[in-house]
Structures are given as C-alpha cells and as structure tokens.
C-alpha cells in the first residue's frame, strides 16, 4: 500500500479566505497550514511556516523577501498573493529562484474606483466631519457657512496613473462634468475613451482641484508627492490617495494639511498600515483616513480570493499561472 498522503504539497495560507475560496482550498490535495488568527502572522512565524512549503499564499501584510524565502528553501514552487499590488514581494529574488508570484488584476478595479470616487466626494463635502458633528450634538442649526466644501463638478480632476483604475475613476467622473488630466510615463491607451489629456507633471500639480493617485508602488513612485509637487498644487487642492502609503511623504503632506498649504487629503492607505491611533494626521479635520477598503466589496473580495487559489494549485501543478506578476520567470 502506498502513502500518497507524503506526496502532497505542503502549503502556508497567511489569513483565513473567503467562500468559497477557502472550501476549495480545503479540499484541494494539498497539506494546508492556515494562519488562524485575524492579524498577520508575525515575520519571523511566517519564516517558521513556510519553511519546507511548496505554496505560499499571502497578502499584502506579509513581507516577503530574500531572507523570507531563503527560509523557506528550495522547496518553494508558487507564491500566490490576494492582491493586485505585490509591493510587499521581492519579485527579482523570487524569479532568481525561478518562484512563479500570482496576483489579481482586474476584480477589483471596479470596487476600488467606487471607492476613490466615494473618498473625493466625501472628502470635499466634509461628510465625516459633518456626521460626526451631528453625532456628538454639534448640529444646532442651518448654517450658510456650516460644513461648505468645494464643487467636484465642473472641477479639474488630474489623475497620477492611468491605468485601469485610474479610468474606471475617469469614466465615473466624466458624469461630473468634470475636466480629466492624467499624467503616466506613457500615454494611456484609455485616455481617449475617457477623455483625459495628458499633462506634464508641473502642469497636473498647477491646475488640478483633486489629485487622485492610482499608479503602482516603486522606487519610481516613492513619495511622488513630496514638499516639492505639494508646494506647487493649489491651496484649495484636495489629494485623494488610494494606491499605497509610499507614494506620498506623509511628513510633508501633514505639513501642507496642517499649514494650509493645500485644503485637504482623503486616505484610504497610509504608512504604516494601521496608523497607530495618536498619530498627528489623525487629529487634523481635513483628513479622512479609511482602512485600506478600496476593494472592500463582497464580490470584489470573493474574486480575489478565488483567482489567488487558482494562481496558487496552478503553480503546485507546475502550469502557467493564470495572472503571474513576474512573467519573467519563464523566460
Ligand atoms: C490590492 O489588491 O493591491 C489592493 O490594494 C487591495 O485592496
């Protein structure tokens, strides 16, 4: 008799899925290790458990890099990550050592632009601090001047990354009436359909009423905006940022916010992730900080978690990836 049990691959899933991702991956054959707790699993307790595994899947809380697979060792065949950013994944180290990293473009792209939409209008017409004004029984009457914010329509909006985000916010915009600016390294293809007209940098600073941040997280695009492109937006300039942390130096944009240098910044990612909660941007009334929730929908979560199985028993079975970060990795 022999004991296929040894055969199956060994597998570290970092956070508890959705269904029925989880039920297909309970049942996959494989030997599952799931991290049962509701945060991250500390670094050093995802080194110990991957050690020996053939699949990792992770999530943008999970810092994988060169020490991270090397404690893993030679055994690791497919890292698989529910998200579209792998900004967390040393990809050059893991295609080095011919690891195969999935991800999940597309599912979310509709879920995070509601939301970036959602964050720009609640961000301009103060509806946090407006809510929680009545709330705390600071509504006493009809004011003129209570809670008033700027027009999002009839606005410049400059969107920094036009990719598939960043137009699926353009085309719910352009029911704004608004006027679409874009800057990207390369003109977009989307840019026509959306109507967007590309801008150089200086120009995008200058003239947009709302910056909306939808490029990817790189050295590129480390703290993209800085003191300098903050001290060339205008005063009334709102940020809305729902791309990663990095992309903005958050000192000086607490700076701008606190100075009045621009009016205000909608955040749904910051660095760290959480913020601990006596963190100064948190005290200011311009900010409206969410928990990274711009793919927070039921059906945008329930697909990423289903195409990160499917990266994930793809590269166990020693198959293409479905949606592979690194394509490099085959050559
Ligand atoms: C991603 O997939 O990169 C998103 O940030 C998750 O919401």
Known sequence: MVNTAIALPRVFVT???PEPALSRLQQAPIVLDLWPEAGPPPYEELQRRVAGCQGLLC???????????????SELRVISQMAVGVDNIDLAACTRRGIPVGHTP???TEATADLAVALLLATARRLVEAANDVKAGRWHTWDPMGWVGPDVHGSTVGIVGLGRIGAAVARRLQGFAVRLLYHNPRPSPWAAEVGATWVPWETLLAESDFITLHCPYSPATHHLINAAALAQMKPTAILINTARGGVVDQEALEQALRTGRIAAAGLDVTTPE?????????????????PHIGSASLSARRRMAEMAVANLLAGLAGERLPHCANPAVYG
Request: proline content about 11%.
């Open 274 to 290: 959480p913020l601990p909660a006596d963190h100064p941007l948190l005290s200011l009334p311009n900010v409206v900080v969410l």
């Open 59 to 73: 999530l943008l809380t999970d810092r994988i890099d060169e020490a991270l697979l090397a404690a893993a060792g």
């Open 106 to 108: 597309g599912v979310l």
């Open 15 to 17: 956070r508890r899925l």
